[in-house]
Nanobody
Framework: QVQLVESGGGLVQPGGSLRLSCAPSRNIFSINVMGWYRQAPGKEREVVAFITRIGVTNYADSVKGRFTISKDNTKNTMYLQMNSLKPEDTAVYYC??????????WGQGTQVTVSS
């Protein structure tokens, strides 16, 4: 099992930046894949980006070139740097940890609101 603690959401103007953090309760290097998902009101949860244990990354087309996923093994934390934010990025953002046969775990979610 793993618990995930997220932080860093908030209100930002269009074009602004935010950085989300996710700290797992176990060694981050032991987690196969970690990712960020988001869910806007009335919409299904969608993947934003993910990063594998060895650092391979992938992004949704809607955020490529604007968002960067990374992790710091020494701080045992995963990040999502979000730049050039748009109103359509407004959503609750969730951290995810995929542990293979041990299951799939979610953070509590953090609200990101992009509005002037």
């Amino acid at each position: 099992q793993v618990q995930l603690v997220e932080s860093g959401g908030g209100l930002v103007q269009p074009g602004g930046s935010l950085r989300l953090s996710c700290a797992p309760s176990r060694n981050i290097f032991s987690i196969n894949v970690m990712g960020w998902y988001r869910q806007a009101p009335g919409k299904e949860r969608e993947v934003v980006a993910f990063i594998t244990r060895i650092g391979v990354t992938n992004y949704a087309d809607s955020v490529k070139g604007r968002f960067t996923i990374s992790k710091d093994n020494t701080k045992n934390t995963m990040y999502l740097q979000m730049n050039s934010l748009k109103p359509e990025d407004t959503a609750v953002y969730y951290c995810n940890a995929a542990l293979g046969i041990e299951g799939n775990y979610w953070g509590q979610g953090t609200q990101v609101t992009v509005s002037s």
